[in-house]
């Protein structure tokens, strides 16, 4: 049983960062940010697979980053330079394919709460 649990949204002004973490437990190996903001789809942010391995949105490139602490069971996502198009509620994914560079949410099994990112201008 994987139970992913997301922490770390808070409202914030255009330019500033925050970083959010998921908590997991169970067995994972590819593991996501999707954001979906009111009225839209929900859309890849980043993916880090087993190996180490990052994608990204071309909209978050230079300025999010995935990153993994395997000791902690944590994933993160640190957001800098944040826009209010970053506005959205953030969800952490995984599934257990090692090599999941994808960013369709249908790819991944397991999936948090949320937590709600609010950039004001």
């Known amino acids: 049983q994987v139970q992913l649990v997301e922490s770390g949204g808070d409202s914030v002004q255009a330019g500033g960062s925050l970083r959010l973490s998921c908590a997991v437990s169970?067995?994972?190996?590819?593991m996501a940010w999707f954001r979906q903001a009111r009225g839209n789809e929900r859309e890849g942010v980043a993916v880090?697979?087993?190996?180490?391995?990052?994608r990204y949105a071309d909209s978050v490139k230079g300025r999010f980053t995935i990153s993994k602490d395997n000791a902690n069971n944590t994933l993160y996502l640190q957001m800098i330079s944040l826009k209010p198009a970053d506005s959205a509620m953030y969800y952490c994914?995984?599934?257990?394919?090692?090599?999941?560079?994808?960013?369709?949410?249908?790819?991944?099994?397991?999936w948090g709460q949320g937590t709600q990112v609010t950039v004001s201008s």
């Open positions: 169970g067995y994972t190996r590819s």
């Open positions: 994914a995984a599934d257990l394919s090692a090599a999941l560079l994808s960013l369709s949410p249908v790819r991944f099994q397991y």
């Open positions: 880090i697979d087993f190996y180490g391995r990052t």
